[in-house]
């Protein structure tokens, strides 16, 4: 009797724990696997929007896409970009929540310039970009560097300086995001076994490597991906 209790009991946790998680699952069918699923069987086919057939071609999208220079050279620098954002933006992002999670001086000031390229809209960012990069003495960068005799190259049109700039311009913009993700995890770091480890005699390098790097990978880990996702598209 006791047993056949203890197997009710354990069905209806399992059944409670399903009805938990079923309207988060039924969400991700139908808003995320369903779409991943029909975009892949779409892309084996050829349809014909204006009579509104379609062939089954199996992987023949796919080889022309590789054959078009192109697409080679977009994803070529699709990589480069985010091999530059993703790594910056992790760095500074940590570091500034580090130095504001410290409650050091002026630290609401800092808080608010961070994140306001994130509430700013896009397109006014990239305008106000477009306007502060231009060639010549034109632009303000430029017009800036002149005054020390430096002469500023044209940075959204030459080889080697574009990709910088974009790169540079994207990291500002979303830099205030995962400043504020970080600063959530700093603030909730156990306060004791840092302290402890202070008593202990670590120094500021060990302590971040050994102590509060390890309780912030969880949070830069899902930083990292997030971040790729985002540089990627």
Same mark, same amino acid.
């Given at each position: ?28 069918? #139908?808003?995320? %696997?369903?779409?991943?699923? @029909? ?7 050829? /349809?014909? !929007? *204006?009579? =509104? ?59 608010? #310039?961070?994140? %306001?390229?994130?509430?700013? @809209? ?7 970009? /477009?306007? !502060? *990069?231009? =060639? ?78 390890? !309780? *912030? ?17």
């Amino acid at each position: 009797m006791r047993i056949e209790t203890l197997k009710a009991s354990h069905r209806r946790e399992a059944v409670i724990g399903w009805a938990f998680i079923a309207p988060q699952m039924a969400g991700f069918i #139908i808003f995320v %696997l369903f779409p991943l699923v @029909s975009v892949f069987l779409y892309s084996m086919q050829e /349809k014909n !929007l *204006l009579f =509104g057939t379609s062939l089954f071609i199996g992987l023949e999208n796919f080889r022309l896409l590789a054959q078009d220079p192109l697409f080679t050279k977009s994803l070529v620098n699709t990589l480069i970009f985010s091999a530059g954002v993703v790594p910056l933006n992790l760095v500074f992002s940590l570091l500034l929540a580090l130095y504001l999670g410290g409650g050091r001086t002026g630290t609401r000031f800092v808080r608010g #310039i961070i994140f %306001l390229p994130v509430v700013t @809209s896009g397109v006014a960012w990239a305008i106000v970009w /477009k306007y !502060l *990069l231009q =060639g010549g003495d034109a632009g303000p960068v430029n017009a800036f560097l002149s005054l020390f005799g430096i002469t500023g190259p044209n940075w959204l049109f030459e080889k080697g300086w574009a990709m910088g700039s974009v790169i540079v311009t994207r990291v500002m913009k979303n830099l205030g995001m995962n400043v504020l993700i970080f600063m959530g995890a700093v603030l909730n770091m156990p306060g004791d076994v840092i302290e402890a480890a202070r008593i202990d005699g670590a120094k500021r390098f060990t302590l971040f490597f050994k102590i509060k790097l390890p !309780l *912030l990978m969880p949070t830069v880990m899902m930083v990292t991906i997030v971040t790729i996702i985002g540089s990627m598209r």
